[in-house]
């Protein structure tokens, strides 16, 4: 978050609810979720960190609507590293749930299947809220975009689900 | 007596392809309730036994074994041609494939089951335009298939399958040669379709198709393994499928 609010910034020094019009210009309704005191809660945490300054503007001090903020030397830096830095999250829960199938079944704590079909339908309902959303957008929109990668990966983890299931089912019967 | 309320009712459903070595049950003792209005989506691995099932749903093959309800009608012992005039009348088919007749325009595919059960020309081109229209469509009603894209082709085919109001619209891997945008398209029709209270059994392995369904049956050699409703809305916030965090 602390790299989105730095990037967004670099464009010219903005009002706090200027970067969260951005942010929900680019996430729509995935962004319904970021709540205005996140984007200012992080701002007062990079301008601590000396990425970000603030110059109070207009006559009402009180306001915190009245900052502008812009980007400090060092928030530049920080911003270029960001674009140039390769990010790809892991993806620690596959690990995780290949362990648990293992577990659960040398110890006969359940059903391997169970538990796979358990995944499935909380994938199905990620998927349902994920591909609805889609639906709702324009072809070509921005937040569209976003839900087309969130859709992908979602039907990636339901593959591989099945993968699980037919190597599984394979280790004993299905109830 | 049965259940008004339900489109399709089956008990102990059966069909065994091939004999000796080569006999496989492809669909075995299924049991199915799909009220009238509901979307389902049947998934599961190729050869599980889903176009089979909706072949027997819609009368395009004889059951082996077991007993078959359509609005309250028993159907699995229907003669051929009682039951050639109902798969006409009461049944829309959707393909992966669209079978479109290449020689006919939009209009006259999406016209042609209205002909067969008998409307006249003037009745059926109206409501053929009025199809069109619904799946967007209007202003390609004169292209013939060739020109259109396979988007474009499905949704011809999806007002072909409305032609007759059928009880039921029955599709085989709609989506399935269709891209991430065309796929949207046929969601959005199904979608709309829903909401007007059409029965609708779609068979897919596309994630996508069947988690916009109202439930999703699982398929396995055969059989249902799985049978999940899913909730109308969701329980989270959309931004949870992304895990921005502070
Ligand atoms: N006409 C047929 N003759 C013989 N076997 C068939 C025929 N149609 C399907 N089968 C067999 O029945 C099983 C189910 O096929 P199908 O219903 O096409 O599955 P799916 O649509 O899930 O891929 C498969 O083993 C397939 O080989
Ligand atoms: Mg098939």
Redesign the interface.
Known sequence: ?QD?VLALLAKEPSHGYELRQRLRAA?G??????NSG?VY??LTRLEKAGLVSSARTGGRPDRPDRKVYDLTAAGHRRVADWLAEVSWTPRPELAEFHLKLAAARAARLADPLTLI?AH??EL????????????AEA?GSMAGL?L?G??LR??AD??WL?SCE?VWSGHGE?S | MTGGTLAIRARGLSKVHGEGQARTRAVDEVDLDVPAGQTLAVTG?SGCGKSTLLHLLGGLERVSAGELWLAGRRIDRLGERALARLRRRAIGFVFQDFHLMEELSAVQNVELPALLAGRTPRTARRRALDLLDRVGLADRAQRLPAQLSGGQRQRVAIARALSNAPLAVLADEPTGNLD??AT?DV??LF?SLRSTGQTLVIVTHD??V???ADR?VSMRDGRF??D?H??AA?????????G???
């Open positions: 978050m989105v996430l309704p995935l962004g319904d979720t970021l996140q809660v992080t079909d499935r339908r199905m309902r990620r998927l349902r809220d994920a591909q609805r959303a889609a639906l072809d976003l087309e969130v859709v979602l039907r339901l593959r099945e037919r299905r | 691995p991430t945008a949207n969601l959005r979608d994630e996508r069947a988690a916009t999703v393994v799985d999940v899913l909730p969701s329980t989270g916030g959309l931004g949870d499928l992304l921005l965090g502070g």
